[in-house]
């Protein structure tokens, strides 16, 4: 086996899913657009799939219909190194969709993403139990996550003082 390509299935909001995705997320390009022809689902001419990488990660996209929706039981981690990242990314990927709880959105296709700075994960799995329990606690409170706060609360800072 030589990877595993996640295959997303659009109404008929593919081109310009992969268009956004591609724009945002840094090392990001679109490979090509297929099109229906006669024998298809969908008007000849129509686009059919969009083959795009993320930061190298290799994607397809379908215009297959409204079938199929997008649902929260799978997502896409975007790991990122500054707050800034993350206020980029959140920013961008939740105009026009849902922001959530805990750094999860959903763009306007439904897709659901984690807009995650790569220091939660580490102040998670520190040893020291209650410092990453504090963490947890504050991540918790969040939308969008916040480094600052997160750090204040792995020093053991009261939640009151954290806002």
């Not at 909001?13 to 969908?42: C, F, M, Q, W």
């Not at 379908?62 to 649902?71: D, R, V």
Request: proline share 6%; aromatic share 8%; glycine share 8%.
């Amino acid at each position: 086996m030589k990877h595993i390509t996640p295959f997303l299935w659009f109404d008929k909001e593919a081109e310009d899913a992969a268009k956004l995705y591609t724009s945002v997320i840094p090392n990001s390009k679109i490979n090509g657009v297929t099109h229906y022809g006669e024998v298809g689902s969908r008007e000849p001419g129509t686009v059919m799939t969009v083959d795009f990488e993320l930061n190298g990660q290799k994607f397809v996209a379908l215009n297959g219909g409204p079938e199929f929706q997008f649902t929260e039981a799978v997502s896409f981690i975007l790991s990122c190194e500054t707050q800034d990242e993350v206020d980029d990314l959140w920013v961008k990927l939740s105009e026009g969709g849902e922001q959530g709880p805990c750094g999860w959105l959903k763009d306007r296709y439904g897709l659901s993403w984690q807009v995650v700075p790569t220091i939660l994960e580490e102040l998670i799995r520190d040893p020291d139990q209650e410092k990453s329990q504090r963490v947890m606690a504050a991540m918790m409170q969040m939308g969008k996550i916040e480094i600052e706060p997160l750090k204040r609360a792995a020093e053991g800072e009261p939640a009151s003082t954290r806002a």
